[in-house]
Nanobody, 120 residues
Framework: QVQLVESGGGLVQAGGSLRLSCAAS???????IGWFRQVPGKEREFLAA????????YYADSVKGRFTISRDNAKTTVYLQMNSLKPEDTALYYC??????????????WGRGTQVTVSS
């Protein structure tokens, strides 16, 4: 069982930055983590994923070059650094385990999400 808790969301102006955190349970170092986001009425969108040993990182084209995923296994935390934020990045952001897939159905565990709002 893996428990995930997201934090770091908030309100930011366009062009600004936020760093999201995904804190995981003690089994964290053995799982891959993905970040997704969702807006009401739309499907959950893949953003980035990182494998258990941080030897592979994957990004959606929509965030490549702006978002960076990383992990600190000692702190059992995965981060999503988001730069050059745009109003269209406004969404509820989730982390999930245990996959690096772009498909939400391939993940077994989800956090409850953290809201990111980007004002224009």
């Amino acid at each position: 069982q893996v428990q995930l808790v997201e934090s770091g969301g908030g309100l930011v102006q366009a062009g600004g930055s936020l760093r999201l955190s995904c804190a995981a349970s003690a089994t964290f170092s053995s799982v891959a983590i993905g970040w997704f986001r969702q807006v009401p009425g739309k499907e959950r969108e893949f953003l980035a994923a990182i494998n258990r040993y941080d030897t592979r990182r994957y990004y959606a084209d929509s965030v490549k070059g702006r978002f960076t995923i990383s992990r600190d296994n000692a702190k059992t935390t995965v981060y999503l650094q988001m730069n050059s934020l745009k109003p269209e990045d406004t969404a509820l952001y989730y982390c999930a385990a245990d996959s690096v897939s772009k498909l939400p159905d391939d993940y077994d565990y989800w956090g409850r999400g953290t809201q990111v709002t980007v004002s224009s």
